[in-house]
Structure formats: C-alpha cells, structure tokens
C-alpha cells in the first residue's frame, strides 16, 4: 500500500505580477512575492494527498492543488511571483529577484524538513524539469524554473540543480541547529514573516538529471 505522506515539491514562477493573485492561491500551496512575503494558497499540502485510494484525478475540482498536471498526487507545490511573458532575449517583465528566490529556496528547505522529503532530482525539482522528463503529460514543454535572471549564465539544464544545491545547503543549516520551522499557517491571504536574509549563494553550476516519470 502507498504511503499516504508528501513525497515532492515542485518549484514553479507564476508568469505574472509581483504580488500574488487569486488564481495563484489557488493553484500553489505557496507563492513567494516579489518583496519575499510567503503567501499561503488555499489549501493546504496534504490536499494533494490521494484519499481512499483516488488519484487526484478523479477527485472533485478544487480540492486539491493543481499545479503540475501530470503530477500533482503527493507533491506540494511552490511558486515565484514573477517572470510575465516569454522573451527570448531573457528581457522578462517581473523578473524573479535573488532575495525572493533564496527565501522561495528556504521555504522548500524547511517543508523539507517537515515532511522529510530528501532533496534529490527526483523529489525538489522544477515544473520545466517534470515535463522534460514526462513528456506525455501537461506539463511537457513548461519553462518554469529554466533561467534565473540574476544568474544568466546558468543553462536551462543547470537551474534545478543550482536550486536543490541552495536547497540543501538550507536544510543542512536546519539540520544543524536540529530544529525547523513549522510551514507558515493555512490563510490565504495573509503573508508569513520572511525567513532570515541568507548568505549570497554561490554562483557555481551544478548539472543533475531530471525527475523520473511518475
């Protein structure tokens, strides 16, 4: 019998505004703002847990978080204000901002720690990484996270492994201290205190494989 408990996390951008909106709470369990506020989405993680032996799919509509089509059973989903458009010339409007970024980063550390989910390619990764590696579902052909515009000389392909690296140095900090945060509260319009403004992140690439299909 599967185990009824959060295996993954998904890291998505929204491909909007700086500031979360209605659809984004309703389709991430939380979303990163553009001034690093953390905003609960309207349900939370353990909706995307199967009930009774239901996938997800056959569940009522809005039940439960969709946010990665193809693979939103036991997955929690994270996402990063920003990113409007797609220029090929990286010229986003909203671009992701390093300071959002490490606090989105450190947020997928302490869910992490809590729902003890290992960081691997096949558990933190993100949605452009799911549908590379699942190309029958949804999801294939998603661009989010295959560029941070703070660090433009990362390959599509060495994004997820730049993000699990920030990551797992996190959890590491977590770990050491031997205690985490609880996940910021169920309310979907109330933004949660900031985790502490981290150390600059190196800027060293770090290639991985994606996630297997599931």
């Known amino acids: 019998m599967m185990s009824q408990t959060l295996k993954r996390i998904c890291i998505h951008w929204t491909a909007g505004g ?15 703002e553009q001034d690093a506020d ?5 349900l939370p993680p353990e909706s995307n847990i199967p009930q009774n032996g239901v996938s997800l799919s ?11 089509g193809g693979g939103n059973s036991f997955t929690i989903g994270i996402s990063l204000c920003g990113m409007t ?6 010229t986003w409007k ?3 901002l390093r300071s959002q970024c490490e606090t989105g980063f450190q947020l997928v550390a302490q869910l992490c720690a809590i729902y003890g989910i290992p960081v691997t390619p096949d558990t933190v990764y993100s949605h452009y990484e799911f549908g590379l590696c699942n190309p029958s579902t949804p999801s294939a052909g998603k661009i989010d996270i295959s560029v941070l515009p703070f660090l433009p000389s990362l390959l599509p392909n060495q994004v997820g492994g730049y993000i699990r690296g920030r990551v797992s140095a996190y959890l590491a900090q977590i770990q050491k201290v031997g205690q985490h945060k609880p996940a910021p ?6 933004g949660v ?3 502490p403004v981290p150390a600059k992140p190196s800027t060293s690439r770090s290639s991985t494989s994606a996630p297997v299909p599931r």
Not at 18 to 32: E, G, I, M, P, W
Not at 58 to 68: D, F, K, R
């Open 38 to 42: 953390i905003i609960a989405g309207n």
């Open 58 to 68: 056959g569940q009522p509509e809005g039940s439960y978080m969709a946010h990665c």
């Open 85 to 90: 458009g797609q220029n090929p010339n990286k």
């Open 94 to 96: 909203n671009p992701l």
């Open 185 to 190: 509260q169920h309310a979907p319009t109330t």
């Open 18 to 32: 700086v500031k979360a909106n209605d659809l984004d709470r309703s389709h991430y369990h939380f979303t990163v």
């Open 193 to 195: 205190n900031k985790p």
